[in-house]
Every structure is written in C-alpha cells, then in structure tokens.
C-alpha cells in the first residue's frame, strides 16, 4: 500500500478508481503499464502541437501567427510530423488516417486561437499542492485572464464529449484544476470559468454560472476516493466496460462474470 499513499492524486487516478478500485490497485499499486492504444498516441501528438504553439505565442515569437493565416497549416503540418506518435494503430492506413484528422481538426482550432490567445496567461501549467491535506498534482492545458478577478481553466479533449458519471466527467477534471489552483497564493480569491474543448467537434462546454458549486463537490469527491484508498477498498466493479478492459485477463472479477 505505501505506493497508493505516498503519491499524489491526479484527475487519472481518481477517475481511475471511481471506474473500478481493482483496476486503479493493478495500475497505480502494482504498477502493471496498460498497452498502447491509438488514443493515447492520437492524443498525446495533438497536445504536444498545441502545446508548442500556444506556448510559442506567448513567448512572442510570432512566427506561426501572422495575418496571412493561410501560411499556418503548412507550419502546422510541419508541428504535426514532428511530435506525431506511432504507437497503437492497427495498421499504416489507419494510422495515415488519424493523422490527416489530426491535422483538420488543429487546422479547424486555429481561428479560435486567434479570437482568444490575448487572454492566455499560462500553458501546460504544472500544479503541485494539496486540496484539504490531500496531495494532488496536475498539468492544466491553459489558464487564461478574463479580468482581474477571473480566471477561465481550460481543458482540451481529442475525444468526442460522452456522457458520464459526475465522477468521471470532462467538467470534474477542470473543477479539480480549480480547487487546486485556489490553494495557491498566486490564485486566491479568483473565480473560476470552468472549459473543455472538444478539438474533434471544435466546440467547447463552459460553465460559469455553478462553478463554485462544481468546484465544491470535486472537493468531496478528491476527499471520499483518497479516503477509500487509503483504506486499502479494491474491490472490483462488474459492468459492460470489464469486457474491454486492459486487465481482464488478470483480474478475479472479471473472471467470475
């Protein structure tokens, strides 16, 4: 058990273990690494990009951002060949597909980039803290200034939206970045929009009205799973995701479906 208690929690972890506790234990305790998969490789190359280029704007560079925005996919393209990751497709025409639409769906982004980047204060921004005691980290994609007393986190998504649990949901993620933003000096006492982007959609889903109310609950959430963990509680989760799970094969649960 020492593992489970001497790391942080993330937004993964906890997402992780409100999916299935055993499937958290075999992960994070007994450190047995998942295969590769195409969305991991899918996702990790269009953040990678984005990173680059929002964190270039804000260097001032100003070399991919110029008025004639017809240049920019050519460099994005460039971006894209460069940070792009193999692992995981199911073959080289699969894999070629997912690329060109990787690179529609940053090409379609950059006009939203262009109305918003004014706003951006921080990129990729790491966070290290403890919300209520726990300790938690996490890489928030980007914090932006309405004003000065308000702050817009924003999370990216290669995935499409999906129903989910408020436990797993898109929108809890951002409400934890909230939380633990708040704990730091540099950040008390803001209010918080709360965004995710859909990159493959290019829509975004923003709350602002409720946000504290959002941003309270992850609070509990965060409290009540790091509380279970750390009562040692893995049991296991039947239901219709165990049949494609990564772990099936090694797990008592599933072996008793």
């Not at 299935?20 to 190359?45: A, N, V």
């Not at 699969?94 to 060109?100: G, I, L, P, Y």
């Not at 829509?203 to 509990?220: L, P, T, W, Y």
């Amino acid at each position: 058990m020492e593992n489970a208690h001497t790391e942080p929690l993330s937004y993964s972890r906890i997402s992780t273990y409100n999916e299935c506790p055993r499937k958290f234990e075999l992960r994070y305790i007994q450190k047995i690494e998942e295969p590769s998969h195409w969305y991991f490789s899918y996702g990790k190359s269009i953040h990678t990009v984005l990173e680059r280029l929002l964190s270039c704007h804000l260097g001032e560079d100003g070399q991919l951002y110029r008025d004639d925005a017809a240049l920019f996919p050519t460099s994005l393209s460039q971006l894209l060949n460069e940070n792009w990751l193999t692992e995981g497709y199911a073959d080289p025409g699969d894999e070629d597909s997912k690329h060109r639409q990787a690179l529609r769906v940053l090409t379609a982004f950059f006009p939203v980039f262009q109305s918003t980047w004014q706003q951006m204060l921080y990129v990729e921004h790491l966070i290290n803290t403890e919300i209520d005691g726990i300790p938690f980290t996490g890489i928030v994609d980007r914090i932006d200034q309405v004003n000065d007393h308000v702050l817009r986190i924003v999370d990216y998504k290669s995935a499409r939206p999906r129903v989910a649990s408020a436990l797993t949901s898109h929108r809890f993620q951002v409400a934890l970045y909230a939380a633990a933003l708040g704990q730091l000096k540099e950040f008390r006492g803001k209010r918080f929009i709360l965004q995710t982007y859909y990159l493959r959609e290019n829509v975004k889903a923003e709350m602002d009205e409720g946000a504290e109310n959002c941003i309270a609950k992850s609070r509990e959430v965060l409290a009540t799973t790091a509380r279970r963990i750390l009562q040692g509680d893995f049991r296991g989760k039947r239901g219709s995701k165990c049949f494609s799970c990564d772990y099936r094969d090694i797990c008592s649960v599933f072996r008793s479906i």
